[in-house]
């Protein structure tokens, strides 16, 4: 039997992909990095104008608002409540600048669990109120909303709490937040002075309008015993695609 030796090329490794791993790893890590640094620049902007321009807005709209409150003259009160409206025309094309920053550099908020969310949220809005709200929480908060509704629900919050600070006069606002395998909601008492004339029907209409788009409702009226009650639902996702749920 004859033994025949058969040449075995060795591939040169700078030819090969094993070659190009470290750069391509490099490049990884470096690319990393970039995201990291865009990530963390958008975080300290969405901060300071938080800090340095949006709480002196808020504050200033609230106080334009309650001299409106309590203005004899109409041409004044009127004057006033442009203002007021000004603000907070300003105060949102400011978020929206700061959400409208490169989606590469995830939302300083956005990805975080839910829970967390409304716990930051409502520790801002708590100073604009007369006292800290309760808040309680249940079901799997951490996992189940998507970053789009999340965004919606705390929408709505803000709205809530918003309008208690100006318009309700209320020492005690109680917060609900729900998530089950099928909805989302949330539920806002507070003890004011309850619903006044419908002048301002823009909040409520975005409620709506968020409520709609998944496939949710919302209820605002008198809280049994005096002061307000709203109360806003959304679909998961899940629930609406296979029909589950009321």
């Known amino acids: 039997m004859t ?3 058969e040449d075995v090329s060795v591939p040169d490794s700078r030819d090969s992909g094993f070659g190009r791993v470290p ?19 958008r975080s300290r902007i969405a901060v300071e104008l938080h800090d340095r321009v949006i709480q002196p807005l808020l ?36 978020r929206q600048a700061v959400f409208a ?25 708590t100073e604009l109120l007369p006292s800290a709200p309760s808040i309680t929480f249940s079901g799997p908060l951490d996992v189940s909303l998507s970053d789009d ?21 209320a020492s ?8 089950d395998a099928e909805r989302a909601a949330l539920l806002v008492l507070d003890d004011g002075i309850g619903i006044g004339k419908p002048e301002r029907r823009g909040g409520l209409a975005s409620m709506e309008h968020r409520a709609a788009r998944w496939h ?25 695609a296979t029909g589950a749920g009321p």
Do not use: K, Y
């Open 3 to 5: 033994e025949q030796n």
């Open 23 to 41: 750069d391509r790893l490099s490049h990884e890590r470096t690319d990393e990095r970039e995201r990291s640094i865009r990530l963390e620049e």
């Open 59 to 94: 504050g200033a709209g609230l106080r334009t608002q309650a001299m409106a409150d309590h203005a004899d003259d109409r041409g004044v009160r009127d004057q006033l409540t442009e203002l007021t409206a000004l603000l907070e025309s300003a105060i949102r094309e400011i």
């Open 101 to 125: 920053l490169p989606n590469d550099a995830a939302g300083w908020e956005r990805g975080r669990p839910l829970r967390t969310r409304v716990s930051g949220l409502i520790d801002e809005m």
């Open 149 to 169: 509704l999340a965004d919606d629900f705390l929408a709505v919050l803000r709205e809530a709490l918003t309008n208690i600070a100006r318009h309700a006069h």
């Open 172 to 179: 005690e606002v109680l917060i609900s937040v729900t998530v």
């Open 216 to 240: 949710g409702a919302l209820s605002f009226g008198p809280r049994p015993g005096g002061g307000t009650m709203l109360e806003w639902s959304a679909r998961l996702p899940g629930a609406v």
